[in-house]
């Protein structure tokens, strides 16, 4: 069974840029077929998705962020990243990474890691 | 870009009573749709994929059904487990994109 684990980058000042990695443990990352998804969650708010990356390197963004956001992987590591650039208090959420499966899940995401706090303040 | 409205917002049941959360999504789409149950401090947990099919480990108290637009998530008898907050997500194919719903809170 894959799990998966966020980083922990804590507090990030406005105007910074987020870095997040998530580590995938217990299948490999280079394995075909796994959208690997970045997903957020505003402070008593829902869920929002961030975009993924396929283990070929293609990227998809939402279009509300996608200026700002840039996904890639390390196969060699077995992790992806995601940046979020020019930071603002309302980029403080709960971020998670989650695999979808195009295939058995109908694109569900069925593994999520546990999520990780990030507060951008002064 | 695809809308999903979920309703009602919050829904106030008691244990052992029936619930039914809906989804509807704003452009006929796939049966790319998944529901999970989110609870404070944990990471969200998926119940439902492909529209109507459980997921591993899922009780079959919960079920799914709908197509097309519409979507829904019925709980048969409610535990006091169940009490959390619900979202529907739906995968569109192009652009690639997911969207989530805003979620339904069921409240005791």
């Known amino acids: 069974q894959v799990e998966l684990q966020e980083s922990s980058p804590g507090l990030v000042k406005p105007s910074q840029t987020l870095s997040l990695t998530c580590t995938v443990s217990?299948?490999?990352?280079?394995?075909?077929?796994?959208?690997w998804n970045w997903i957020r969650q505003h402070p008593g708010k829902g869920l929002e998705w961030i975009g993924y990356i396929y283990y070929s390197g293609s990227t998809y963004y939402n279009p509300s962020l996608k200026s700002r956001v840039t996904i890639s992987v390390d196969t060699s590591k077995n992790q992806f990243s995601l940046k979020l650039t020019s930071l603002t208090a309302a980029d403080t959420a709960v971020y998670y990474c989650a695999v979808g499966d195009p295939g058995d899940y109908y694109y569900a995401m069925d593994v999520w890691g546990q999520g990780t706090t990030v507060t951008v303040s002064s | 870009e695809t809308v999903m409205t979920q309703s009602p917002a919050t829904l106030s049941v008691s244990p052992g009573e029936r619930a039914t959360l809906s989804c509807r999504a704003s452009q006929i789409g796939s049966n790319n749709l998944a529901w999970y149950q989110a609870k404070p401090g944990q990471a969200p947990r998926l119940l439902i994929y492909g529209a109507s099919t459980r997921a591993n480990g899922v009780p079959a108290r919960f079920s799914g059904s709908g197509s097309g637009t519409e979507f829904t998530l019925t709980i048969s008898s409610l535990q006091s487990e169940d009490f959390a907050i619900y979202y529907c997500q739906q995968y569109i194919n192009w652009p690639p994109m997911y969207t989530f719903g805003q979620g339904t809170k069921l409240d005791i």
């Open positions: 217990g299948g490999a990352l280079s394995t075909g077929g796994y959208y």
